[in-house]
């Protein structure tokens, strides 16, 4: 795979385990079951931790969005007073 193959495939990798965050915590809100919402619950952090390997190894193949994630991370301290970090 080309270098632009393997970042579209990340991106597409991050937008399955944001989607799977969004499932998995839905399905945790709707299960009475404590046991079983709890598995749903530590399968939505696992995906988590998804998410931050497939963005690590994209920000290492893109600097460019690196530099721009940083500054959307200005634009809302400046616009909202909420300090963030990445």
Do not use: C
């Amino acid at each position: 795979m080309s270098k632009k193959e393997i970042t579209q495939a990340l991106r597409w990798a991050l937008i399955a385990e944001l989607d799977a965050i969004n499932f998995y915590e839905q399905i945790a809100e709707l299960v009475e079951d404590e046991n079983v919402k709890a598995v749903f619950l530590d399968v939505a952090r696992e995906e988590k931790e998804h998410v931050g390997e497939f963005l690590a190894l994209l920000l290492k193949l893109d600097p460019e969005l690196g530099e721009y994630m940083k500054k959307g991370f200005k634009e809302v301290e400046e616009e909202t007073g909420i300090k963030t970090e990445l």
